[in-house]
């Protein structure tokens, strides 16, 4: 079975930077999508970014220009680098992923357990 772990949440002061990291463990044979969201109390879970098996990018309105998501794939990785953060960020962040599990097609579509990320006024 596949498990996926962040790290890197913190608090930091408005206009700092964090970078989060997402790790997956397991018998993974490929990346189709790994991505960033997250979910304030109260509220639905917001797409952050998501890097699709094109490699293009896409990122929500929100944090366009501030945030840049990238992947290693020989560490089975996904990382957000967050710039210019605004009290606004404040959420726990959840890391998201489709791999493949063999070469016949078989998936798994699953989520970590997020880390908190704080931003001060």
């Known amino acids: 079975q596949v498990q996926l772990v962040e790290s890197g949440g913190g608090l930091v002061q408005a206009g700092g930077s964090l970078r989060l990291s997402c790790a997956a463990s397991g018998t993974i044979t490929s990346i189709n999508e790994m991505a960033w969201y997250r979910q304030t109390p109260g509220k639905e879970r917001e797409l952050v970014a998501v890097?699709?098996?094109?490699?293009?990018?896409d990122y929500g309105d929100s944090v366009k220009g501030r945030f840049t998501i990238s992947r290693d794939d020989a560490k089975k990785s996904v990382y957000l680098q967050m710039n210019s953060l605004k009290p606004e960020d404040t959420s726990v962040y959840y890391c998201?992923?489709?791999?493949?599990?063999?070469?016949?097609?078989?998936?798994?579509?699953?989520w970590g357990q997020g880390t908190q990320v704080t931003v001060s006024s």
């Open positions: 998201n992923a489709l791999v493949g599990l063999d070469l016949l097609g078989t998936t798994w579509h699953g």
């Open positions: 890097l699709t098996n094109t490699g293009v990018p």
